[in-house]
């Protein structure tokens, strides 16, 4: 019964997420006042931690969508499926949340088709309705319900950029890599390694981030570093960890791998 006991604490408890600044605060006032967020910073940076450990910290219920190229309007709203002979209307986790309450929060959300913004337009103002065309329902929002979309700025091209139009709709936090200390403590805490070896560790994401002229289509993630830590934390040496944790997810190229060799042998040693 203790260790039931324990796994149900576990579960409860809202996912471990050491806040930057005031983004806590500020997303429950805009859950408390009805209003729509945007979430921007670099892949890997917490955004997705963020929005679990608000969703458990508010008790909501959380819908999360992971945004792609042939993600369409149905797919969020739902559509018609056969069901035992017959036809039969299945929300989808957009139309979901509205129904029930709690988040719907769309990941990278620029990766969506163009007609997923046109859906999510009379949810983010004063109206809160999400039309249903196929069934010609119109459904209100709940006060408990609260979208939340993200996006990296930094990876989107002139293709694939959130409009004006649709940005100024949105209450928005902008994320980055926790500071040093910060970082030093989520990864301890996320990995179980103990802070002095988590270190370098953080020396060695800073260089790479801070780095010109290596072609990384991508910082060093925090995610990245836990993963690492990990590694060390089970055991596996040091080197080998970050070879395979964070260099080679890093990049394919061997130049830049070789430069990022380098850089682990003046932060590792």
Request: contains cysteine; charged residues 25%; hydrophobic residues 45%.
């Amino acid at each position: 019964m203790d260790n039931l006991a324990q796994l149900g604490a576990a579960i409860a408890a809202p996912p471990f997420y050491l806040p930057q600044g005031k983004e806590c605060e500020l997303f429950e006032l805009a859950w408390r006042q009805r209003l729509p967020l945007l979430l921007k910073g670099p892949t890997g940076c917490g955004k997705t931690r963020f929005v679990a450990h608000m969703a458990a910290r508010l008790g909501l219920p959380l819908q999360t969508v992971a945004c792609h190229d042939d993600l369409t309007a149905a797919d969020l709203t739902g559509r018609y499926l056969l069901k035992g002979g017959e036809t039969v209307w299945v929300d989808g986790p957009l139309t979901h949340a509205v129904r029930v309450g709690g988040i719907c929060y769309l990941d990278e959300v620029v990766e969506a088709r163009k007609d997923v913004t046109v859906v999510l337009h009379p949810l983010t103002d004063d109206r809160r309705l999400l039309p249903l065309e196929r069934t010609g329902e119109i459904l209100e929002a709940p006060p408990e319900f609260m979208l939340v979309v993200s996006y990296n700025p930094g990876y989107q091209n002139i293709l694939k950029s959130l409009k004006p139009s649709t940005r100024q709709r949105f209450v928005a936090i902008e994320l980055d890599f926790p500071r040093p200390e910060l970082e030093l403590r989520v990864v301890a805490a996320e990995s179980g390694l103990d802070p002095e070896r988590v270190r370098p560790l953080i020396n060695l994401a800073s260089r790479v981030r801070s780095l010109k002229g290596l072609d990384l289509e991508e910082a060093c993630s925090t995610r990245l570093l836990v993963y690492a830590a990990s590694l060390m934390q089970a055991g596996f040496d040091p080197v080998l960890a970050i070879e395979h944790a964070i260099i080679e997810p890093l990049s394919d190229d061997a130049d830049v791998k070789a430069g990022l060799r380098e850089l682990v042998r003046a932060s590792i040693g």
